[in-house]
């Protein structure tokens, strides 16, 4: 037992480094059931949540009410906490069954969430008709498209061609963006009617792509698993407590049986004594 949770412990303290990579989320919070979990990010962030659980995957939290498992969690925790907080600057969950559904009937469970705050959607970028708009994460990360519009709605850029209309986007701006960005380290997009379509024949037109970066999926997985393991560590830690107070039991049955075994010796020795003891009586 020893030498396993000396080896999962090493191995969590590598995968930590690794799943490190840019500022990480804070350690999980978590609150017991019924309860509410709040999140908030400093001026200029929001929230990016990285995972999710509702249920229960060890006893070490939250224990006061039923634990009957500790091997349920609902299908929907990443969705619903994401769908209440994802890119917001504050949000609050109820760890609820209402909210997630009941994954284990009869458990006292418990609400747990990491997520990290990043910055917000950087003011647009944007490049003029025939030109490219490069966009670049730092390592570990990936992008995340906001908004995007190619087309035209202002006459404050791009201004050296003919403008027609200052009403006009292409329908596809958004969709061929994601398509060459979404989730990537780097991309480069074309602000060209090969591209998008010409929404406004005869009017010069501009790309503008709001953007932010965000951890990278391969990130977010190593960060689920180093979670998953710090779990199990935790129910390692739980056996190896049981184990010892169950030899301290055993002991202590132990120095009870041999407390009775001493005690019987004694009063076989005192009714030896006394039949030697009447015996003698008997001779005289």
């Not at 939290?61 to 498992?69: L, N, Q």
């Not at 992008?143 to 003919?162: D, E, H, K, W």
């Not at 932010?212 to 979670?227: D, H, W």
């Given at each position: 037992?020893?030498?396993?949770?000396?080896?999962?412990?090493?191995?969590?303290?590598?995968?930590?480094?690794?799943?490190?990579?840019?500022?990480?989320?804070s350690g999980p919070r978590r609150v017991c059931e019924n309860q509410r979990l709040s999140i908030s990010c400093p001026a200029g962030q929001q929230?990016?949540?990285?995972?999710?659980?509702?249920?229960?995957?060890?006893?070490?939290?939250?224990?006061?009410?039923?634990?009957?498992?500790?091997?349920?969690?609902?299908?929907?925790?990443?969705?619903?906490?994401?769908?209440?907080?994802?890119?917001?600057?504050?949000?609050?969950?109820?760890?609820?069954?209402?909210?997630?559904?009941?994954?284990?009937?009869?458990?006292?469970?418990?609400?747990?969430?990491?997520?990290?705050?990043?910055?917000?959607?950087?003011?647009?970028?944007?490049?003029?008709?025939?030109?490219?708009?490069?966009?670049?994460?730092?390592?570990?990360?990936?992008?995340?498209?906001?908004?995007?519009?190619?087309?035209?709605?202002?006459?404050?850029?791009?201004?050296?061609?003919?403008?027609?209309?200052?009403?006009?986007?292409?329908?596809?701006?958004?969709?061929?963006?994601?398509?060459?960005?979404?989730?990537?380290?780097?991309?480069?997009?074309?602000?060209?009617?090969?591209?998008?379509?010409?929404?406004?024949?005869?009017?010069?037109?501009?790309?503008?792509?709001?953007?932010?970066?965000?951890?990278?999926?391969?990130?977010?997985?190593?960060?689920?698993?180093?979670?998953?393991?710090?779990?199990?560590?935790?129910?390692?830690?739980?056996?190896?407590?049981?184990?010892?107070?169950?030899?301290?039991?055993?002991?202590?049955?132990?120095?009870?049986?041999?407390?009775?075994?001493?005690?019987?010796?004694?009063?076989?020795?005192?009714?030896?004594?006394?039949?030697?003891?009447?015996?003698?009586?008997?001779?005289?």
């Open positions: 037992m020893d030498h396993r949770w000396a080896c999962l412990t090493l191995f969590l303290v590598l995968l930590a480094d690794t799943a490190r990579g840019q500022a990480g989320p929230i990016n949540i990285v995972s999710a659980l509702y249920g229960r995957t060890t006893g070490a939290f939250c224990p006061s009410g039923p634990i009957r498992t500790t091997n349920c969690r609902s299908s929907t925790s990443l969705t619903r906490v994401r769908t209440s907080c994802q890119g917001k600057p504050t949000c609050s969950v109820s760890a609820s069954n209402s909210v997630f559904g009941d994954p284990c009937v009869g458990t006292h469970k418990y609400l747990e969430v990491s997520s990290t705050c990043i910055p917000g959607p950087s003011g647009p970028r944007r490049v003029c008709e025939n030109q490219r708009l490069s966009i670049s994460c730092p390592a570990g990360q990936q992008i995340n498209i906001v908004s995007a519009l190619y087309g035209r709605t202002t006459g404050a850029f791009c201004p050296s061609g003919p403008i027609r209309t200052t009403n006009c986007r292409s329908s596809t701006s958004l969709t061929r963006v994601r398509t060459s960005c979404q989730g990537k380290p780097t991309c480069s997009v074309s602000a060209s009617n090969s591209v998008f379509g010409d929404p406004c024949v005869g009017t010069h037109k501009y790309l503008e792509v709001s953007s932010t970066c965000i951890p990278s999926k391969r990130m977010v997985e190593a960060r689920e698993t180093l979670q998953d393991l710090r779990d199990v560590l935790l129910d390692l830690e739980e056996a190896v407590e049981i184990e010892q107070e169950t030899r301290e039991l055993e002991d202590m049955a132990e120095d009870v049986d041999m407390a009775e075994d001493a005690e019987k010796e004694v009063r076989e020795l005192e009714e030896i004594e006394e039949n030697a003891g009447m015996a003698a009586e008997d001779d005289e």
